[in-house]
């Protein structure tokens, strides 16, 4: 099938001239520069998508990862994407994914063998790409960190609205060429805006001319780019009081035409609300039909803002359509507005909200309406969430335009008006590597990397709502959760912080305890997790997150699996028994299988050797007394305990262990049995695949050392100090002989905790830590997750079919 044949099965249109161009340049292209509604999108994912599916001896990235600023973005492109999937057929062999303030629903980390669309915010995918993935328990970090910056195409989209995320997606595309990566590793970025020089950063280098892919004569000579190109917004300045809602509720009322869709962009959620409250007021003197204003913004939950997205795309009727909205539909957003209110911003987002008008040209000559109408209100310096020089800036832009038209074609000569790229903090060789490291700090705190994610105040914390709190409490579905700011400042935003007081709580979930526990406002930072209690307020469905409300909050579900903690077994693989004879050949067998997938990316004999014998050795500590016992507590009734003497991987059970073990980890032991028996070469080889069997949960890596206390002042908050990671210091303690399968039984093991130590032993016997730095060292840190996730995808595909009763 040709590419065009391919193209227009999926999306129903023709090629452009220069998306057919952009799959005859060999993957040259870094920098794609067309404007709004140009097809951006379909250019890239189709693109990857034939090469992956049609074009065999492509030399593709299994992973496409497409990176947008913003949640409402990320909606709106998963539902197309699995449109072209579903049209091209090839639903079984590329999966999608959306990864947006919490779990996605499809456990794609299962698959490292496998093509996937992954679709997210910035906010979510560079925490991930950095190590530090919000919205996750830390022991899955370094899964996801592995597969997105191996074998993957990364697109980022409407970069102009990413702030401190752009140089860090360039620094992590120069960084994967020097440090070194399984499979192609290539980024894509895109804007209708951006400057080749906003791509240059210490570790990546601009891209030259021949590398910026934009419309030429042939593509504004087809009828429908050309119509867009053409397209007429008429620019007016109004005089309404912005910070008055009846005023702007006033002013949007007056400029809609009936029949139209008029759109109003404010630059806050809260005056969005205002606004919307206003029009929809029945008392009110702007009241309009309720069912007709549709308020749109960032901080709803999934099925309010589901149906709100539905609502603003839906096929336009003969009755009237007001969008009351936020910067969340200013890129990317497929509406056209007859009639665009906005507040002063940025330039670079002025131009991406003339985009929501007249949008495919529809509004011409000939017809009813003559043009699109831009209409803009400015704010003053103190109450724009922007840069007072950058307001300046568009004000007099604007000013100068006044009665003019800002389509695409009457904009080709101001590109000079673009600011350089401001990259306030610019992530460093050095960082990314010391972010491998996933070991708490004293106090159990990991290095906050939201300056190099975002790095403006829109930066977050998810919250979700339950009627009851408690320590137990059900860890929350990615449906319920909500995206807020921190708050706290005068003038900015409201967030969590100005919704908690002296009757108000929050809790988070503290892994080490394996509880919800009540937090202080001093203690928020980026990309937690938050359980409020429903019944003191803080959500609306028609206005979405409010601070000051006290309304009672509708709780979808409250039962769910329970979060992940430090001493915690997936709860997943917790009801039938198995053997750990079986679950070792079963893990290996699945590493094989995923390997075997992998011949190209992964080449290395002695590589694939340590991988495959980490997954049969990976739970040989589990054959610890102490782990044995805790298998058979806890038991469902009338299920009885398996054989004294059959060591077991997995039980219907549900124990935990008491202060005398406090967070054992029987991976250690299976460390130490591949450093002593395992038949491979002394050395680097042994070294990965005893690596690899103590990471397969993400809870013992680079470093061996105790963990923060239970509770801070609790007189058990060190219960044991002779104890690290559950084993005995001073004596070492006996992992008995065990049973791998296939006649293999590994002898009793000597757990000697001396290997924690830093330096070189007395006999000569090198550290973990030594080891551990020794492998980041000759792999790099994109490789050596990869290959974590591996082990990990081997693990739990085996537990789940073991579960299922298939193997």
Same mark, same amino acid.
């Given at each position: 099938m040709t590419y065009a044949g391919f193209f227009k099965r999926a999306t129903g249109f023709n090629l452009y001239p220069y998306q057919a161009r952009l799959a005859e340049s060999d993957g040259e292209f870094s920098l794609l520069r067309v404007p709004t509604g140009a097809g951006k999108t379909e250019a890239v994912i189709l693109l990857w998508l034939y090469q992956s599916s049609v074009c065999a001896d492509a030399a593709v990235p299994r992973r496409l990862v497409y990176c947008l600023p913003m949640r409402t973005l990320v909606e709106q492109t998963v539902e197309r994407v699995q449109k072209w999937v579903g049209n091209l057929g090839v639903e079984d062999d590329v999966g999608v994914v959306k990864l947006m303030d919490g779990e996605p629903r499809t456990q794609w980390h299962l698959h490292p063998e496998k093509r996937f669309i992954v679709v997210g915010t910035q906010d979510m995918l560079l925490s991930r790409a950095l190590n530090r993935g919000y919205g996750m328990g830390y022991n899955l970090w370094p899964v996801e960190y592995g597969l997105l910056n191996n074998d993957c195409l990364w697109v980022m989209d409407e970069v102009q609205l990413m702030a401190n995320g752009l140089p860090t997606s360039t620094q992590l595309a120069g960084l994967r060429g020097k440090l070194g990566t399984f499979g192609p590793a290539r980024t894509i970025w895109m804007s209708a805006t951006a400057r080749r020089d906003w791509l240059g950063t210490i570790d990546h280098a601009a891209p030259s001319e021949e590398q910026v892919v934009e419309l030429g004569d042939g593509d504004l000579a087809d009828p429908g780019l050309g119509k867009r190109h053409n397209a007429r917004k008429v620019v007016a300045k109004e005089t309404a009081d912005f910070k008055e809602p009846k005023e702007m509720a006033k002013l949007i009322s007056e400029k809609h035409e009936p029949g139209t869709l008029t759109l109003a962009i404010v630059n806050t959620v809260e005056r969005a609300q205002g606004i919307y409250k206003e029009l929809t007021n029945p008392r009110g003197k702007v009241s309009m039909d309720a069912e007709r204003v549709v308020l749109v913004h960032s901080r709803f939950r999934e099925g309010d803002r589901e149906e709100k997205q539905a609502r603003i795309t839906a096929p336009m009727d003969s009755a009237d359509r007001v969008v009351v909205a936020t910067q969340a539909v200013e890129a990317g957003v497929d509406i056209s507005a007859r009639t665009l209110i906005t507040e002063i911003a940025p330039w670079a987002s002025m131009v991406q909200r003339f985009g929501r008008c007249n949008r495919g040209g529809e509004f011409r000559p000939g017809k009813d309406h003559q043009q699109g109408d831009v209409l803009w209100v400015d704010v003053d310096k103190e109450t724009a969430p922007y840069e007072s020089d950058d307001i300046d800036d568009a004000r007099e832009i604007m000013e100068s335009l006044q009665g003019r038209s800002v389509g695409p074609a009457a904009l080709e000569d101001m590109d000079d008006r673009m600011k350089d790229a401001d990259h306030m903090t610019v992530i460093r060789r050095r960082d990314v590597v010391g972010l491998f490291d996933t070991t708490p700090d004293l106090s159990g705190s990991y290095l906050d990397v939201s300056q190099y994610v975002r790095g403006t105040e829109e930066t977050g914390v998810s919250v979700f709502w339950r009627e009851k709190p408690a320590e137990d409490a059900p860890k929350p579905r990615h449906d319920e959760t909500v995206n807020v700011p921190i708050g706290g400042t005068r003038g900015g935003p409201k967030g969590i912080k100005d919704y908690l007081g002296s009757e108000r709580r929050a809790w988070r979930w503290d892994f080490l305890d394996s509880r919800w526990e009540s937090i202080q406002s001093r203690e928020i930072h980026p990309g937690m997790t938050l359980m409020l209690d429903a019944n003191q307020g803080g959500y609306d469905p028609d206005t979405g997150w409010n601070a000051s409300s006290k309304e009672?909050?509708?709780?979808? &579900?409250?039962?769910?699996?329970? &979060?992940?903690? %430090?001493?915690?077994?997936?709860?997943?693989? #917790?009801?039938?028994?198995?053997?750990?004879? #079986? /679950?070792?050949?079963?893990?290996?067998?699945?590493?094989?299988?995923?390997?075997? &997938?992998?011949?190209?990316?992964?080449?290395?004999?002695?590589?694939?050797?340590?991988?495959?014998?980490?997954?049969?050795? /990976?739970?040989?500590?589990?054959?610890?007394?102490?782990? %044995? &016992?805790i298998l058979r507590q806890s038991l469902p009734e009338g299920e009885s305990p398996r054989g004294e003497y059959e060591i077991m991987a997995k039980s219907p059970g549900n124990g935990r262990f008491g202060s005398d073990r406090r967070h054992f980890r029987h991976e250690l032991g299976s460390a130490l049995a591949v450093l002593k028996y395992a038949e491979l070469p002394e050395g680097e080889t042994r070294d990965l695949a005893a690596y690899l069997a103590a990471a397969h949960h993400g809870k013992v890596?680079?470093?061996?050392?105790?963990?923060?206390?239970?509770?801070?002042?609790?007189?058990?908050?060190?219960?044991?100090?002779?104890?690290?990671l559950g084993y005995r210091v001073l004596e070492p303690e006996q992992l008995p002989e065990v049973d791998l399968g296939e006649g293999l039984r590994v002898p009793e093991t000597t757990l000697d905790m001396s290997i924690a130590q830093i330096g070189m032993g007395e006999n000569g016997r090198r550290s973990w830590l030594e080891r551990s730095l020794a492998l980041l060292e000759r792999f790099g840190p994109f490789r050596l997750a990869y290959l974590e996730a591996i082990v990990r995808a081997a693990d739990m595909r085996a537990s789940r079919d073991e579960q299922r009763g298939a193997n």
């Open positions: 009672a909050v509708t709780v979808t &579900e409250e039962e769910g699996d329970p &979060e992940d903690g %430090q001493g915690s077994e997936p709860t997943n693989t #917790r009801k039938r028994w198995v053997t750990l004879s #079986r /679950h070792s050949r079963n893990v290996e067998r699945e590493a094989m299988a995923i390997l075997g &997938e992998m011949a190209e990316e992964v080449t290395e004999s002695e590589v694939r050797e340590a991988v495959t014998l980490a997954a049969l050795y /990976h739970d040989a500590g589990k054959a610890h007394p102490a782990f %044995q &016992e890596r680079l470093g061996m050392r105790s963990l923060p206390g239970a509770r801070t002042g609790n007189k058990d908050s060190n219960p044991d100090p002779d104890k690290l």
